[in-house]
């Protein structure tokens, strides 16, 4: 089946600095992939909609400038959370959906914390 | 607008039934539903396309209602593997999905 790798599972940062979060698809090619934000006993929030070769499209109330997505070829998006601080301590969960089929595939998410 | 789930938690014995519902104020176009444990990534369980869609696997089977926007999530003779937290996700005619509130559920022994 599909796979979706996401790297890095944990990250722990010091407030002020950057953090990268890659998702990749493993075994399709994803024009769009899908960038969440979950808080704990939450439901997953959509943040963006990262198209390949394209800019990301950002849901309302979340911050272009500070959640920088890079979709540069078919199989990777990149999540950087700029300036990180502690209240964007979170899980990042990204996910592709594969052309012709409904199903969302998701990554294993990446927890970060913000010291 | 995030889809509405109900309830927002339930707790079963082993080789009870339940039901949750997603409720949404827009038109579908697909439902998918979700099971997540806990620290993990949510994972895919099945997706309605059409309204009046039935489908089950195992014995876990879902229902789409297009017109009231609806769609239910039926769990039979629940197991111990079946606990975690239940999402439906939306889709409305692009390729994006949103969530519902999720549904919180606990069988126990």
């Known amino acids: 089946g599909a796979v979706v790798s996401q790297h890095p599972s944990r990250v722990i940062c010091k407030s002020g600095t950057s953090v990268k979060i890659e998702c990749r698809s493993l075994?399709?090619?994803?024009?769009?992939m899908f960038w969440y934000r979950q808080f704990p006993k939450q439901s997953l929030m959509l943040m963006a909609t990262s198209n390949e070769g394209s800019k990301a499209t950002y849901e309302q109330g979340v911050e272009k400038d500070k959640f920088l997505i890079n979709h540069a070829s078919l199989t990777l998006s990149t999540l950087t959370v700029t300036s990180a601080h502690p209240e964007d301590s979170s899980f990042y969960i990204c996910?592709?959906?594969?052309?012709?089929?409904?199903?969302?595939?998701f990554g294993e998410g990446s927890r970060l914390t913000v010291l | 607008q995030q889809p509405v789930q109900s309830p927002q938690a339930v707790i079963l014995r082993e080789g009870e039934d339940a039901v949750i519902n997603c409720s949404s104020s827009k038109a579908l176009y697909s439902v998918h539903w979700y099971r997540q444990k806990h620290g993990e990534a949510p994972i895919f369980l099945m997706i309605l396309l059409k309204g009046g869609e039935q489908k089950g696997h195992d014995k876990i089977s879902a229902s789409f209602n297009e017109k009231k926007q609806q769609s239910s999530l039926y769990l039979t003779a629940s197991q111990l593997s079946y606990s975690g937290t239940y999402f439906c996700?939306?889709?409305?005619?692009?390729?994006?999905?949103?969530f519902g509130t999720g549904t919180r559920l606990k069988v126990l022994a």
């Open positions: 996910s592709a959906s594969r052309l012709g089929s409904g199903e969302l595939f």
């Open positions: 075994d399709f090619q994803a024009t769009t």
């Open positions: 996700g939306t889709g409305s005619g692009t390729y994006k999905y949103i």
